[in-house]
């Protein structure tokens, strides 16, 4: 299949932006034929370019019509639908509440699929999108890059906070307190590359206890470290074999974010500390969110995205303008001033010209 995904920015080493870079090289890697679109492309872009993946900033430069297109953020997902509007698209939510993760209402769009159920409910209770038009595809890891470490110790004596974004306030210190109360040292992923790591396989496996969310909170899990979610947003759980399936239906993300983040928590959440535990904890996540597994799921939905997909008549294409009209109207006040918000009605009454 020739798939275009599409990405507000393919730049740094962040959630979306990582997403798309793995699902991209493991879909050549068997044979499809991904093409990236993403209005801003840094080194993150350059690296998958190294791969032998195209990507483009400019949708129009594509002479090839895609199969089918996988769509993050609004806006490129908006634009590569409007320019390719008899493809049917995949819209997907990592988001609970940023801006661009909000879904383009758009006929050629066949599924919404959300990591995990906090951001279906968004999809279906804040924006109106059937229930059976959702899916939910879990976040995945890629095996081949994370490898089972050596056994826990029985007492933990080194934490890190994992993380691709810098902190403030009382978050660091209240977790640097909690593990002082254990006798654990506390550092920085970041403190320690000097920048965002490029390689945290290599790092993660020097740790015992691992702060994360998300996909990092899934890479540690999958070397094998006792995991805590927690970033600046606040804390969560110890990752259990018993809280295990709970917390990867919320993509160990914000809604099990539950905890205040003060000393006492930390502290109490470190004394839940077991190295059997833990182990149990990275076979489970092993099993079960393998990049091969996951980008199987997605290859269904691409066929039956395409399957159920017909050609659409007049009054399809007319529904197509009006959502879009109807997009650009709601951009957000910040983003619809000066000339951004000029080249978009401009694009527009292009596109109408064309219709």
């Not at 690296?47 to 895609?66: D, E, F, S, Y």
Request: hydrophobic share 40%.
């Amino acid at each position: 299949m020739k798939i275009l995904i599409t990405n507000g920015r393919l730049a740094k080493r962040t959630g979306t932006e990582m997403y798309v870079y793995e699902l991209a090289i493991e879909l050549l890697a068997r044979g499809h034929e991904p093409v990236v679109y993403s209005p801003a492309v840094g080194p993150l872009g350059e690296q998958l370019r190294g791969k032998t993946v195209p990507v483009v900033q400019q949708v129009n430069r594509l002479a090839v019509t895609p199969d089918v297109i996988h769509g993050h953020h609004f806006e490129p997902l908006l634009c590569a639908s409007l320019r390719y509007p008899r493809t049917p698209a995949i819209f997907c939510c990592h988001s609970w509440n940023s801006h661009q993760d909000r879904p383009p209402r758009l006929p050629s769009i066949q599924t919404y699929v959300a990591v995990d159920e906090a951001c279906r409910d968004r999809l279906v209770y804040e924006f109106g999108v059937p229930e059976y038009c959702t899916q939910i595809v879990h976040n995945f890891v890629n095996l081949q890059r994370f490898h089972p470490r050596d056994d826990l110790p029985v007492r933990p004596s080194r934490a890190l906070l994992f993380t691709n974004r810098t902190t403030i306030g009382r978050f660091p210190r209240a977790l640097a307190a909690g593990c002082r109360d254990h006798g654990i040292q506390l550092d920085l992923l970041r403190a320690i590359a000097g920048k965002n790591c490029l390689e945290p396989e290599k790092v993660l496996p020097k740790y015992d206890v691992v702060f994360a969310r998300g996909k990092a909170a899934i890479e540690a899990m999958a070397v094998g470290n006792a995991v805590i979610l927690g970033d600046r947003r606040g804390l969560g759980p110890l990752v259990t074999s018993e809280n295990f399936q709970r917390l990867r239906n919320l993509n160990f993300g914000r809604r099990a974010f539950n905890r205040p983040m003060r000393t006492a928590e930390v502290s109490r959440q470190l004394a839940n500390y077991s190295a059997a535990d833990a182990s149990t904890v990275s076979r489970q996540i092993r099993e079960q969110s393998p990049i091969d597994l996951i980008v199987d799921r997605w290859l269904e939905l691409y066929a039956g995205a395409i399957e159920s997909f017909a050609s659409p008549a007049p009054a399809a294409m007319e529904a197509t303008m009006r959502a879009a009209a109807e997009h650009l109207e709601q951009l957000h006040p910040s983003l619809a001033r000066g000339r951004r918000m000029e080249k978009w009605r401009a694009v527009f009454a292009k596109l109408v010209g064309l219709r």
